[in-house]
């Protein structure tokens, strides 16, 4: 079992940067590999990022490579998302995401197996 809390949403103006955090409980942290998802209203939920075990690959959806950074601590139990140069449309609820093992080291929601309860995030133009 892994619990997830996401912190670090807010308002930003266009052009900012935020940084989320995602606490994982849990002594199996590092045996899951973690995502990033966001789902707009209206919208479905879609892969924002992902990040192995040890940290060493990653990789990001179309829309966000460049400006986002996946990393994560697994001694501190850490997943963080910095975002950067953000835009209107990366306006919605982020959420943190374990795929457990068996690993199926997918990008659709389905794939993943512990979510955490999303935290807003609001870029103004």
């Known amino acids: 079992q892994v619990q997830l809390v996401e912190s670090g949403g807010g308002l930003v103006q266009a052009g900012g940067s935020l940084r989320l955090s995602c606490a994982a409980s849990?002594?199996?942290?590092?045996?899951?590999?973690m995502g990033w998802f966001r789902q707009a209203p209206g919208k479905e939920r879609s892969f924002v990022a992902g990040?192995?075990?040890?940290?060493?690959?990653?990789d990001y959806a179309d829309s966000v490579k460049g400006r986002f950074t996946i990393s994560r601590d697994n001694a501190k139990n850490m997943v963080y998302l910095q975002m950067n140069s953000l835009k209107p449309e990366d306006t919605a609820v982020y959420y943190c995401?374990?795929?457990?093992?068996?690993?199926?080291?997918?990008?659709?929601?389905?794939?993943?197996?512990?979510w955490g309860q999303g935290t807003q995030v609001t870029v103004s133009s």
């Open positions: 995401a374990a795929d457990s093992p068996p690993l199926k080291l997918g990008v659709r929601p389905e794939e993943y197996d512990y």
């Open positions: 849990g002594r199996t942290f590092s045996r899951n590999r």
């Open positions: 990040i192995s075990l040890s940290g060493s690959i990653t």
